[in-house]
């Protein structure tokens, strides 16, 4: 999932509109992904990046090396306050992994400036990560028990009514909901199944959990089931909605 995260983190930035020399405050920064596409994108005077895990705030240090950027070990519950609020507060894919999605909003839009923005972006589970879902469908044929950890039906809030109706309903006003396509290209089978077969997320825990005869079969449905060009490459979209709106001033 994280080879994806830079260039929807840069369109997701340029979605903002953020005006250049504010000041942010990145929520769950992993490894600094949306961190990196503030400072490369929107002149921020700028950047707090946050995260609850002190192995990802390491990381994250470790890759961005930028004077404007900071990096606190803090997540929602212990947001870091800015005296005059920050003018923009932003989560890059990790929205639906807080335990409280409404408390966190709030408490984001508690941390801005009035009329600042608080911004979210996170993955289309239904149908919009193409290479998640042909995942998930083959993953159905060879274990219907597969549905139960399908990340579709995990996160249901990862789709445009859902997202809006919980920002305005945590009070954030001009609410806009957009979505945003990349290409996912794999050059061959391999490369799109190797990631599957590591332990770190739903799909590769699924994975693991399988019988090896059950992991071939799941491997041979893909393989049957994935458009594969002249050459041999994996083309696929995977989209991810963005939604943002204003503190009222």
């Known amino acids: 999932m994280g080879r994806w995260s830079r260039p929807l983190s840069d369109k997701f930035v340029d979605w903002l509109a953020v005006p250049p020399g504010g000041h942010w405050l990145d929520v769950g920064t992993g490894t600094g992904a949306l961190a990196a596409a503030v400072c490369r994108s929107a002149s921020p005077s700028s950047v707090l990046a946050c995260d609850p895990s002190a192995s990802f705030v390491k990381e994250a240090r470790s890759r961005l090396d930028d004077h404007r950027v900071s990096f606190a070990i803090a997540g929602i519950g212990d947001l870091p306050v800015r005296e005059d609020g920050y003018d923009a507060v932003v989560s890059g894919l990790a929205l639906n992994f807080f335990p ?3 408390g966190a909003v709030r408490e984001q839009l ?6 600042g923005t608080v911004g979210a972006l996170v993955w289309d589970y239904s149908d919009g990560m193409e290479f998640l879902r042909h995942f998930w469908d083959a993953a159905a044929v060879v274990d219907p028990k597969a549905a139960e950890v399908d990340e579709a039906r995990r996160f249901p809030i990862c789709r445009p009514e859902p997202l809006k109706s919980l920002f305005e309903s945590s009070g954030a006003e001009n609410v806009r909901v957009e979505s945003i396509v990349i290409p996912t290209v794999f050059p061959d089978f ?5 990631p599957f077969l590591g332990n770190a997320g739903p799909a590769p825990r699924f994975v693991s959990s399988l019988t090896e005869e059950r992991r071939d079969a799941l491997a041979r449905v893909l393989q049957d089931r994935l458009p594969v060009n002249a050459e041999g490459a994996i083309e696929l979209k995977a989209r991810a909605w963005a939604v943002a709106g204003c503190r009222s001033h």
Not at 110 to 115: E, F, K, L
Not at 190 to 194: F, L, P, T
Request: net charge neutral; proline share 7%.
């Open 100 to 102: 409280d999605c409404a």
């Open 110 to 115: 508690a941390a801005v400036r009035p009329g």
């Open 190 to 194: 391999n490369s799109y199944w190797s």
